[in-house]
T-cell receptor, first 114, second 114 residues
Framework: AQSVTQLDSQVPVFEEAPVELRCNYS??????LFWYVQYPNQGLQLLLK??????LVKGINGFEAEFNKSQTSFHLRKPSVHISDTAEYFC????????????FGKGTKLSVKP | AAGVIQSPRHLIKEKRETATLKCYPI?????VYWYQQGPGQDPQFLIS???????DKGSIPDRFSAQQFSDYHSELNMSSLELGDSALYFC?????????????FGAGTRLSVL
């Protein structure tokens, strides 16, 4: 079964600093990977996705992620964070279902401080 | 742009009561997914529907049932509520039935069981 592991439950950073949120996956089949963001008291919003092609994926709000097959990683990065990036970030992969239900990591809470 | 609509946004019930959560997918999306997110937890897949037929089941208790109607809206029915059912329930919809499809999430229904 596919799964993802998010290595950090909380990441505190100062505004305008770079950030990397780590995600490792395990899969024996074709890999599709997603990053979703959940702002306080809101639903999940897709940040970016990797389906195939270029290993560097750019998403919304200045985020990007790099698919690394040899390290089975899909880390999320942003060169300069803002207060408004404070949220919980989830890495996800399709589960075993035929309709592509998602399996999420445990999430990483990003706290951006002034 | 239209989004996934969930109602109600908040629901308070007592133990052993029943609850019905509703989800209205984005127009022309024929696949609906339900997820449960417990406090401080990652979202867990419950069940999905494609073209009004149940397609996949995840960790959905037998006390819960769901269906998708002819207008593609979906309802999650929860009976004999337990304290542990207190969670945020998300609905997501997708226009494509395939691995790697993008799921669009609603804002969720927060269920509190007292």
């Amino acid at each position: 079964a596919q799964s993802v592991t998010q290595l950090d439950s909380q990441v505190p950073v100062f505004e305008e600093a770079p950030v990397e949120l780590r995600c490792n996956y395990s899969s024996s089949v074709s890999v599709y990977l997603f990053w979703y963001v959940q702002y306080p008291n809101q639903g999940l919003q897709l940040l970016l996705k990797y389906l195939s092609g270029s290993t560097l994926v750019k998403g919304i709000n200045g985020f990007e992620a790099e698919f690394n097959k040899s390290q089975t990683s899909f880390h999320l990065r942003k060169p300069s964070v803002h207060i408004s990036d404070t949220a919980e970030y989830f890495c996800a992969v399709p589960g075993g279902g035929s309709q592509g239900n998602l399996i999420f990591g445990k999430g990483t809470k990003l706290s951006v401080k002034p | 742009a239209a989004g996934v609509i969930q109602s109600p946004r908040h629901l308070i019930k007592e133990k052993r009561e029943t609850a019905t959560l509703k989800c209205y997918p984005i127009p022309r999306h024929d696949t609906v997914y339900w997820y449960q997110q417990g406090p401080g937890q990652d979202p867990q897949f419950l069940i999905s529907f494609y073209e009004k037929m149940q397609s996949d089941k995840g960790s959905i208790p037998d006390r819960f049932s769901a269906q998708q109607f002819s207008d593609y809206h979906s309802e999650l029915n929860m009976s004999s509520l337990e304290l542990g059912d207190s969670a945020l329930y998300f609905c997501a919809s997708s226009p494509v039935v395939a691995l790697g499809n993008i799921q669009y999430f609603g804002a969720g229904t927060r269920l509190s069981v007292l």
